[in-house]
């Protein structure tokens, strides 16, 4: 590799100071390296923080410093563009990083000279209710697509299909559809399995059941999902947000149907440390 960018949030001055220390280090051993403009925008209830369109088009790997909030909006922002990330943990936990902040020279030094594998990650896309015409305002996420209940109210009842055949009813504060990505994120705090990154699967996770017998679903990523918001009590419609890893994109209410499904996008993580999944789950999760 010889073409980069770096995603960060340049209102940090650390962060700022990080990144320009990458370019120098890069372009002082032959390659190329500018910073991106870290600037909101929204496109219907959207947000982005990289403009793909001012990217040079031969880019070949994004640098991502901070911590997982940022590798996830990259990955969003990215989508289209099938660009290899690899973060830098600025941050605190780091799930998805790769590379401390300490080790930055050694991992652009293997970085240049192509000594590193990639893991593709599944991603999420609603295809239905929040659909728009602009692709780069679609509904895109890497770890999970929540539907939760409105406000401190009662509880929702949300209805599963799998292909277009009932699979379940959860009556529940909210429903977690997952990726393996997302699986150690709130999925995992509501209970539900975590998958190792590899897996061509989703999982289905209810948010506090209201019954002792509702668990996790974990389905073919092939499968389409829909999500039917029903009506819990005789009078007065169940009200619900739609979160896409942790943006709220909008509302819905009883008789709203959204339709969930693995797009042809992936996720491309760089890995150099050679530390396996398990390792990393001990470590982060467990502290050993």
Known sequence: MRRFCIITNSDKAANYEMANNIVEYIEENGGQCIIMENKMSTSVNIRHFTDVAQMPEDVECAIVLGGDGTMIQAAIDLVHRDIPIIGVNTGNLGFLTEVDKQNIEPALERLL????????????????????????????????????????????????????????????????????????????????????????ATIVTPICAHSLNKRSLIVDAEDKITLEIGQTKDVGEDLATVMADGRNVGDVSTGDRLVIQVPGARTKLIKLSGIGFYERMREKLNGN
């Not at 990639?118 to 539907?147: G, H, W």
């Not at 504060?173 to 209970?191: E, M, Q, V």
């Open 113 to 200: 000279r192509d000594d590193f594998t990639i893991e593709s990650r599944i991603m999420l896309k609603e295809t239905e209710y929040f659909r728009q015409p602009d692709s780069k305002s679609s509904c895109y996420a890497l770890n999970d697509i929540v539907v939760s209940k409105r406000g401190s109210g009662r509880l929702i009842t949300v209805k599963v299909y799998l292909n277009d055949e009932l699979a379940d009813i959860y009556r529940a504060d909210g429903l977690i559809i997952s990726t393996p990505t997302g699986s150690t994120g709130y999925n995992l705090s509501a209970g539900g399995p975590v998958l190792v990154p590899h897996l061509h």
